[in-house]
């Protein structure tokens, strides 16, 4: 499956952007996002399961952050409100279809985005 990224931008703390990662093929698969800022290690950032109705949200943009999904258009969203300048990062989406949520927070993927970034000025 390929997975195509787009949304991220410029925006000002306390801003909004939404994510979107299209995927190619059938939409059985479990997506996700991951970001990774310059100089720090990647982070799982939120998980969406194939029916959508079991998602993860990492700590940190929990409340902020929402992760929802259109399996007709194929489709993963991530609703990003209340931006700060640490979300700075560039974002990935992924895609698996049998991967437990360790296991994905691990960077098990089968399959990634080319990333799109995001940058929040304060």
């Known amino acids: 499956v390929q997975l195509q990224a787009c949304g991220g931008g410029l925006v000002q703390a306390w801003g909004s952007l939404r994510l979107s990662c299209a995927a190619s093929?059938?939409?059985?698969?479990?997506m996700g996002w991951f970001r990774q800022a310059p100089g720090k290690e990647r982070e799982a950032v939120a998980r969406i399961s194939v029916s959508g109705i079991r998602t993860y949200q990492a700590d940190s943009v929990k409340g902020r952050f929402t992760i929802s999904r259109d399996n007709a258009k194929n489709t993963v969203y991530l609703q990003m409100n209340s931006l700060k300048p640490e979300d700075t990062a560039v974002y990935y989406c992924?895609?698996?279809?049998?991967?437990?949520?360790?296991?994905?927070?691990?960077?098990?993927?089968?399959?990634w985005g080319q990333g799109t970034q995001v940058t929040v000025s304060s």
């Open positions: 093929g059938r939409s059985n698969y479990h």
């Open positions: 992924t895609a698996d279809r049998v991967l437990s949520v360790t296991a994905w927070q691990r960077g098990e993927s089968d399959y």
